[in-house]
């Protein structure tokens, strides 16, 4: 089979041979395959998120000095079934898989390893257990972003924004407009986005945001209609006291038992919730010096150097500092449904598609924020530029 094949940073077409499906996997055709930004950090970083990964107890990830067919946002057809699979699915029915499989050696990640070729190839390899049909005939273009939305809604999980809750989203590339497309799913009240470039702030409208901002003229902390937001330590204080003034004016009811319900019924100052999408050095700390009191931070970027910000002022500010990273199986499935569903639209994300001969172009090209932002490689596409 045909391949893009990664060797030190360097993109070539190559015949590879023919993939065998193991006990429990399964083979796919592949339609369509997402670059991912996992893809294009692992092609410049790979032996320090190869570093990074061991720390943390998997130590398959990628080297730079090993060939590897990159590719884990994919959609594809029933090809071949495997030893010991309940064989649920007709060859040719369209499927997304979570890109993970179990080798002779371990689980690997698919297309992050080498020990498991991914998608930019005309087949890979996946696990049974963890594949579902696509439905309603999504088409094969908005299935292949299954995956990158799931990590989006992942993270729109974790920030538990609410229905009518604000949300600002700091940095609009794809996982930046993935997290405001299911935020609007989500029912999030405002939506605010921020970015620097014009074409993502306006892709960000695309995806459903309310309020889009360009940081070197606007902040986006005030930028959306303010609601019980605490601006500063002495503004916290003031109310504080300007509560208890109130509360201990009644009579004869326990202050304490109404500011109880006041916390249980979400009556009590509190700020946005806020997702770093951008994972650049200094951002974090950007935006804990700038945001709200009592603000929620979830961070989706992936920032791969290292990074500092303050702590005391986090404290100060009650900033709830959380992380976000993939997704389980059942988000993977309810992500499927929602864009099945059309509760979700990711058209806008897609800017281009090319063929294999087309890889290393498309990753050129997704360094300029102005052109792209998710780029589709189809395998049977003779197409070299996006």
């Not at 609410?162 to 930046?176: H, K, Q, S, Y």
């Not at 500011?259 to 935006?287: D, L, Q």
Request: some cysteine.
């Amino acid at each position: 089979m045909k391949a893009a094949v990664c060797t030190r940073g360097q993109f070539h077409v190559d015949e590879r041979p023919a993939l065998v499906p193991g006990p429990g996997q399964v083979l796919l055709d592949v339609l369509r395959c997402g670059i991912c930004g996992s893809d294009l950090h692992a092609r410049v970083h790979c032996d320090d998120v190869a570093d990074l990964s061991a720390e943390a107890g998997y130590s398959g990830f990628m080297r730079s000095d090993q060939s590897v067919v990159l590719g884990h946002e994919f959609c594809g057809t029933v090809a071949e079934y495997g030893p010991d699979c309940r064989k649920r699915w007709k060859v040719g029915t369209p499927v997304v898989a979570l890109p993970i499989v179990r080798q002779s050696k371990g689980v690997e990640l698919t297309g992050l390893s080498e020990a498991a070729p991914g998608g930019y190839a005309e087949q890979v390899l996946v696990q049974e257990s963890l594949t579902m049909d696509v439905p309603n005939g999504l088409s094969a273009e908005h299935a292949a972003l299954t995956e990158p939305m799931a990590v989006a809604w992942h993270a729109v999980r974790k920030g538990q924004v609410g229905r009518g809750g604000t949300a600002i989203v700091i940095g609009c590339g794809p996982i930046g407009l993935a997290v405001i497309s299911m935020l609007k799913a989500s029912g999030a009240g405002t939506i605010v986005a921020s970015d620097f470039s014009p074409s993502r702030r306006r892709l960000a409208t695309e995806c459903g945001a309310d309020v889009v901002v360009d940081p070197a003229a606007e902040s986006p902390w005030t930028a959306y209609p303010q609601g019980r937001e605490i601006r500063n330590a002495s503004e916290l204080l003031d109310v504080a006291v300007g509560a208890m003034d109130k509360l201990r004016y009644l009579p004869k009811v326990p202050w304490w038992h109404l500011m109880r319900i006041a916390e249980t019924v979400g009556a009590t100052p509190s700020g946005p919730v806020i997702f770093e999408c951008v994972g650049m050095p200094g951002v974090i700390e950007n935006i804990i010096s700038g945001a709200p009191l009592r603000s929620r931070v979830v961070v989706a970027g992936v920032c791969m150097q290292a990074d500092t910000f303050r702590p005391a002022m986090a404290i100060n500010k009650e900033i709830d500092l959380r992380f976000a990273f993939g997704y389980d199986p059942r988000e993977f499935r309810e992500t499927l449904h929602m864009l099945a569903d059309g509760k979700v639209n990711p058209a806008p994300l897609i800017t281009g598609t090319v063929g294999l001969d087309g890889v290393s172009n498309a990753f050129d090209a997704l360094g300029d924020p102005e052109v792209h932002a998710k780029i589709l490689i189809d395998p049977q596409s003779s197409a070299v530029t996006p």
